[in-house]
Structure formats: C-alpha cells, structure tokens
C-alpha cells in the first residue's frame, strides 16, 4: 500500500526572512495534510537541500514522494533540471550541473503556479489598493523569463494565461513583461505613451533584489505605480500546494 509524503522544493535564499516566509506557507499546508510535508531548497539552505527533504520522507516510511515545484513559471529551467535529477523526467532539456539524487521512492513531480486561479487571486490582492480607475490602468506582471528561446515561450504563454485570469478579476487591462531578455520598460512606455496607469505587479514568490533594485530601475523615471509586493506571505498559496498534492494522491489511488 502506498504511504506517499509531499515534497515542496523552492529556490531558496540567504536571506532568512525569504526562508522563513517559504516554511511558513509549507507549515500551514502540513497541518492540512494527514501524512509528511518536508521544504526543501534548490540551494543556499545548508541542511535543508532537495537530498535532505527526499531522505527525511524515505526515512519516515514514504514510499511516494508528491515534488510540488514551488516555482511561479513552468518556463524556469530550474524546474527542468530538478525534474531529472530527481528522476521525473530521463534527460534534462538544458545541460546541468545537479547531480541525479538518491531516490527509493517513486516520484510524482507537479506543475508550478502558472496561471492557476489561486495565483491570479493572489496577484490582484497585492496590487488592488493601488488600484483607482481601473478603466483607465494597465497591470503589468513582470515576471523573471528566461534567455533560452523554449523555455522564454513557456514563460510568455503562462503569463499570457494569468494576464487573462487576473484581467477577468480586477476588470482592468493586463499585460505581461519578462526581465530576460528584458522588455520591461518598453511595455510600460507602450502603455503610458497611450495614456494608461501603469501599475507594475511582481510576479516572484519573495521579495529580494529583483524586487527592490532590478523592477525599480527598469520602470524609473516613468510614474508607474509599484508596492513591491510579492506572492508571499499569503494564504492562498498553501491552499494551491494542497490542490496539487492532492491531485497527485488521487492519481495513486486511481
């Protein structure tokens, strides 16, 4: 009979403050669940790597371990590279440096955030209260992106998918645009040069140095309106991680 456990696997950081908002989401989704929950860190969480969390829930019987990537984009070659090395996948798309790991248990690996509803609801609360005429604004997601042309394409259709979703919600118009290869300031001209309100909404889990040094330079100078604020902390993210853990477990049971 299968014991699955659920493996959360994020970028991780040296800032505490972006583990610790990472950790508390994860706690609130492993008191829903009645079976393991472990966070895990792609990198620069010492003792607390994806081989840690894959051990720690080998170690408490599991014999199938449900990977959510917490990644906002399926278009982050991360979770590409982690697919492989966890063996959910037999050969990464890009070449990398991640060794394969050391897995007994089956593995289930999910979706990240893409445009599901839960992230869209989440997007429009953290820039509602900036937010005054919404017929005459423009939200512009500013996602990460990618310099490699496929995983760019992913990055581009997912964020098409959740402009649509968080333009249904606020009844504002939504636009999308990428750090890399870097169409930022150009979006937002294109739409202040048509008269429109820009307000630019950040589409990262955490605050951190895109948030605060690299958004703010590429939107200077042109009175877009910007809190800064990320994805998390918010409640509906433990909620998104449950769906996806549990559509996972169902499948085990099908």
């Given at each position: ?126 820039v509602s209260e900036l937010s005054v005429q919404p017929k005459k604004e423009v939200i512009l997601l500013v996602g990460h992106g990618s310099r490699h042309d496929g995983f760019r ?102």
């Amino acid at each position: 009979m299968a014991q699955p456990g659920v493996l959360v696997i994020s970028h991780g950081s040296r800032e505490q403050g972006w583990v610790s908002l990472v950790d508390e989401a994860v706690g609130k989704l492993a008191a829903r669940m009645d079976m393991p929950v472990v966070a895990s860190y792609l990198e620069l969480v010492e003792g607390r790597l994806i081989q840690d969390g894959i051990t720690a829930l080998e170690d408490q019987g599991v014999t199938d371990i449900v990977v959510i990537p917490l990644f906002v984009s399926s278009g982050s070659t991360h979770v590409d590279e982690i697919a492989y090395a966890i063996g959910a996948k037999a050969v990464p798309e890009l070449e990398t440096d991640l060794e394969l790991f050391r897995v007994r248990a089956a593995v289930h690996f999910g979706t990240p955030m893409d445009d599901h509803p839960d992230i869209a609801a989440m997007v429009w609360d953290k820039v509602s209260e900036l937010s005054v005429q919404p017929k005459k604004e423009v939200i512009l997601l500013v996602g990460h992106g990618s310099r490699h042309d496929g995983f760019r394409r992913r990055w581009e259709e997912g964020m098409s998918r959740l402009a649509g979703r968080v333009g249904a919600l606020s009844g504002t118009s939504v636009d999308y645009a990428l750090l890399s290869p870097g169409n930022v300031r150009e979006k937002a001209l294109h739409w202040k040069e048509r008269g429109c309100e820009v307000i630019a909404a950040p589409l990262f889990l955490s605050e951190g140095y895109f948030t605060e040094k690299v958004i703010p330079d590429r939107i200077q100078g042109l009175a877009c309106r910007y809190s800064g604020k990320t994805l998390l902390p918010h409640p509906l993210l433990s909620h998104w991680m449950e769906s996806q853990a549990h559509l996972m477990i169902q499948s085990l049971k099908s």
